[in-house]
Nanobody, 119 residues
Framework: QAQLVESGGGLVPPGGSLRLSCAAS????????IAWFRQAPGKEREEVSC????????HYADSVKGRFTISRDSATKMAYLQMNILNPEDTGIYYC????????????WGPGTQVTVSS
């Protein structure tokens, strides 16, 4: 059974950093793209970043380009989202997802981790 579990969320002041982690199991990790989505209060869910299988290509939402970095580790079946220079607009629930390609509605979702940027 496919499973994704996020960790690393929390409360951080504006300008701070967080590193989200995603532990994957139950599916062939190397054959799947990993994407991070977020859901902010009162806003539509959006894809923040995606990395293709084996890390060949990465995509970022315009709002996070230059601040966020996505990565993956095949040996440990982990994915990461390094978030720097955080601002209150980055607040939301962050979800780790997996599918064969980067797409709008991935097949597998984790339960999410809360990120709150506030002073």
């Amino acid at each position: 059974q496919a499973q994704l579990v996020e960790s690393g969320g929390g409360l951080v002041p504006p300008g701070g950093s967080l590193r989200l982690s995603c532990a994957a199991s139950g599916f062939p990790f190397d054959n799947y793209a990993i994407a991070w989505f977020r859901q902010a209060p009162g806003k539509e869910r959006e894809e923040v970043s995606c990395i293709t299988h084996r890390g060949g290509s990465t995509h970022y939402a315009d709002s996070v380009k230059g601040r966020f970095t996505i990565s993956r580790d095949s040996a440990t079946k982990m994915a990461y989202l390094q978030m720097n220079i955080l601002n209150p607009e980055d607040t939301g629930i962050y979800y780790c997802t997996a599918d064969h390609t980067c797409r709008e509605n991935p097949r597998y979702w984790g339960p999410g981790t809360q990120v709150t940027v506030s002073s």
